[in-house]
């Protein structure tokens, strides 16, 4: 995905600062029977483009579910108060430069192959939607900011938050 406006690039960036140190995401699929179905999957240390990127099973049930309902979520969550809701289309991607890329030994766990393991599958998210709510990360802070919006009747003095619409 390439931004191709001001506010696409800043909002891709604030999504990429919010996300980059959530190490897990909750992928949400639909399955055969209409269901919803989530999963952890681990964030990869790259820089946030408008597409997100994880290495999965082939032969497991999120590969399985996007094959027919391509749309998907993630959702990303942080102790200090930063969320994340992610919606965009997910596809199955070959692309060895990129797996040479987000590999790494750690994959080991779940791929006894390795990087050649032939279960081994790059699932792509082209984001078309998101939205985040970012609060101040120390306690003191957030008191006041509780204070501040009990007190005013105003709830935005808790942190920020914004939809943005990508595609």
Same mark, same amino acid.
């Given at each position: 995905?390439?931004?191709? =406006?001001?506010t696409a690039i800043e909002d891709i960036k604030k999504l990429g600062e919010i996300i980059k140190d959530i190490k897990f995401a909750m992928v949400t699929s639909t399955n055969a029977e209409g269901s919803l179905q989530s999963c952890?999957?681990?964030?990869?240390d790259v820089e946030f483009d408008g597409d997100l990127w994880?290495?999965? #099973?082939? /032969?497991?049930?999120?590969?399985?579910n996007i094959q027919s309902q391509p749309q998907i979520n993630a959702s990303f969550a942080s102790p200090k108060g930063h969320y994340v809701s992610i919606s965009g289309k997910a596809a199955l991607v070959e692309d060895?430069?990129?797996?040479?890329?987000?590999? /790494?030994?750690?994959?080991?766990?779940?791929?006894?192959? #390795?990087?050649?393991? +032939? =279960?081994?599958?790059?699932?792509?998210?082209?984001?078309?939607?998101?939205?985040?709510?970012?609060?101040p990360s120390s306690t003191v802070v957030k008191m006041a900011a509780f204070a501040k919006?009990?007190?005013?009747?105003? +709830?935005?003095a808790l942190g920020e938050h914004h939809k943005v619409h990508l595609n």
């Open positions: 995905m390439i931004a191709t =406006n001001q952890p999957l681990t964030t990869q994880f290495i999965i #099973g082939r /032969s497991c049930e999120l590969a399985k060895r430069a990129k797996l040479e890329e987000l590999w /790494s030994e750690a994959y080991k766990v779940w791929f006894s192959g #390795g990087i050649d393991d +032939p =279960n081994i599958a790059l699932l792509k998210i082209d984001v078309t939607d998101a939205e985040y709510w970012d609060s919006a009990y007190i005013t009747g105003d +709830p935005r």
